[in-house]
């Protein structure tokens, strides 16, 4: 008999919902298991691990495979580990405060979905190592991906900021730009990278490049100082490890007459991704990649 009923899992999942719904710009998987944990007083069987083939803390796994349900209804949506409760998330936590009544309201709705999938098969019981292998599959998909992406921020982060600025320039090469300068060390006047569409820079537009290898999000001001320097032909591309406030991304959503574009660290890995085949061997070297193949989760 599982010693982890629904209405616990939905304990865990309401408590998990109060932690992250506060927090717009989501979190980070690992973070948000914690506060729930120190939140809530675990059993020892919860404090246990899990011996079969799907291992691991017991407390994490009954969490992570409630998400699943979570996901699939539409509630919490999962990137490189960041974990951010989308509104009908929000409208659902409010909806069913019982916190049986909320994991039930999740697992019916990815019932109704897995039901539409061609392998359809029935998932019984409450304790997570038993609901089989879809969503074995995504859990161990990702664990992994968290793992591996943490691997990667804390490589760029720590990167020696002109080596960071150089990773930059290879990768507007590999996407078929030709970048004509790439500023030395020293006083740049808040330009790193010039690039063009064309190998004589003759035809508009001319890119203009900031990267800022910092842990701080750039503010609306650092935007603004940096869009001053774009003449009326430029585009302006703003690379920032740290990411942008809201303030700095509302305004280069809305500008009209200076185009620019914000980079933070998920789309610079994305796009390093996506041209990783067009990249020189030198170019790879700053940034080494090596894909493993896992089964596919449930999508």
């Known amino acids: 008999m599982a010693e982890v009923n629904r209405r616990r899992t939905g304990e865990f999942l309401r408590k998990l919902f109060e932690v992250l719904i506060p927090r717009a710009e989501g979190m980070h998987a690992r973070d948000a298991l914690a506060a729930v944990e120190a939140e809530i007083p675990l059993s020892d069987y919860e404090k246990g691990t899990y011996a079969s083939e799907y291992g691991g803390r017991r407390f994490e796994k009954i ?4 998400t699943v349900d979570c996901v699939k209804a539409g509630w919490l949506q999962k990137n490189k580990g960041q974990w951010t409760i989308t509104e009908a998330g929000k409208a659902a936590y409010k909806a069913y405060p019982e916190p049986e009544a909320f ?3 999740a697992k019916k709705l990815y019932d ?4 539409t999938q061609p392998d ?3 998932e019984a019981g409450d304790e997570p190592v038993d609901e089989g292998g879809g969503k074995a599959a995504s859990i161990t998909f990702e664990e992994a991906e968290e793992q591996a992406w943490r691997e990667v921020e804390q490589y760029l982060r720590t990167m020696k900021p002109y080596d960071f600025q150089d990773l930059v320039a290879a990768l507007l090469r590999a996407m078929g730009y030709y970048v004509s300068w790439v500023a030395p060390p020293g006083r740049d ?3 790193d990278i010039l690039a063009s569409t064309d190998p004589l820079g003759a035809r508009p537009p001319r890119i203009k490049v900031q990267v800022k290898r910092q842990q701080d999000s750039v503010r ?8 001053a320097l774009l003449g009326d032909d430029d585009v302006g591309l703003f690379v920032s490890t740290g990411g942008f406030t809201k303030d700095a991304a509302e305004e280069a959503r809305t ?4 185009k620019v574009t914000l980079i933070d660290l998920e789309k610079l890995f994305d796009l390093w991704v996506e041209n990783y085949g067009k990249l020189s061997d030198d170019a790879r070297r700053r940034l080494p990649l090596r894909p493993i ?5 449930e999508s």
Request: glycine share 8%.
């Open 255 to 258: 500008q009209e007459k200076r």
């Open 63 to 66: 969490v992570r495979f409630a």
């Open 220 to 227: 609306v001001d650092g935007l603004r100082s940096f869009m």
């Open 189 to 191: 006047g808040g330009i």
């Open 112 to 115: 109704e979905w897995k039901a």
């Open 293 to 297: 193949h896992f089964l596919a989760p």
């Open 120 to 122: 359809a098969d029935s």
């Open 103 to 105: 994991y039930k309201r």
